[in-house]
């Protein structure tokens, strides 16, 4: 069955450079989630669409900004790289929203290494 | 305030024997989903069990099994005869029936030792 597709899978950037991440949700999937995992740490929700409209926002950073297309994928922007920001991204989609009674399934991650 | 707490930061057993894995939750809200998650060494988070808090039956899918208890606030994981290809780090999460977020525990380390 088809997944969730991210990419790129790795990133290396230099501070204060940007960066954008890649989402292409399950196929008929029309909601996407992104999440962030430091290392070591338990992923932390940061923002999510639905029908390409924000659903609900977590702990996203100003420097960060996301949206959905009108074919449902998602990208995830990041400016003013910090060292703090390298982490594993995740982006999960799932059909329709209104919370948990959808389960949210899980692409394999961005992981984003600021040098 | 939602919150999960997984008290075990890392277990291990040898191959073959019977783990569970604990898991607290706490909510304000009647209608919440349950979940648990196993991130393997390679990364990617794989989706396992949702449940919803107005369906307390256990759950059992092969060597997998789920036990709901809404008087302790619990949803504990249990896994029989355990396999090397089990050892990974196992996440409890919340989802509050209004909201997008799914609120993940800090995660249990399984090591299953041959």
């Known amino acids: 069955a088809a997944g969730v597709i991210q990419s790129p899978r790795h990133l290396i950037k230099e501070k204060r450079e940007t960066a954008t991440l890649k989402c292409y949700p399950i196929?008929?999937?029309?909601?996407v989630y992104w999440y962030q995992q430091g290392p070591g740490q338990d992923p932390q929700f940061l923002i999510s669409f639905y029908e390409k409209m924000q659903s609900d926002k977590g702990s996203i950073p100003d420097r960060f900004s996301a949206q959905q297309f009108s074919d449902y994928h998602s990208e995830l922007n990041m400016s003013s790289l910090e060292l703090g920001d390298s982490a594993l991204y995740f982006c999960?989609?799932?059909?329709?929203?209104?919370?948990?009674?959808?389960?949210?399934?899980f692409g394999p991650g961005t992981r984003l290494l600021v040098l | 305030a939602q919150k999960v707490t997984q008290a075990q930061t890392e277990i291990s057993v040898v191959e073959k024997e019977d783990v569970t894995l604990d898991c607290v939750y706490e909510t304000r809200d009647t209608t919440y989903y349950l979940f648990w998650y196993k991130q393997p060494p390679s990364g990617e988070l794989v989706f396992l069990i949702r449940?919803?808090?107005?369906?307390?039956q256990n759950e059992i899918s092969g060597r997998y099994s789920w036990n709901f208890q809404k008087s302790t606030s619990s949803f504990n994981f249990t896994i029989t005869a355990s396999q090397v290809v089990d050892s990974a780090v196992y996440f409890c999460?919340?989802?509050?029936?209004?909201?997008?977020?799914?609120?993940f525990g800090k995660g249990t380390r399984l090591h299953i030792l041959p």
């Open positions: 999460a919340l989802s509050e029936g209004r909201d997008d977020k799914i609120i």
């Open positions: 999960a989609s799932s059909y329709g929203t209104s919370g948990g009674q959808e389960t949210q399934y």
């Open positions: 449940r919803n808090s107005f369906d307390e």
């Open positions: 196929p008929r999937h029309d909601t």
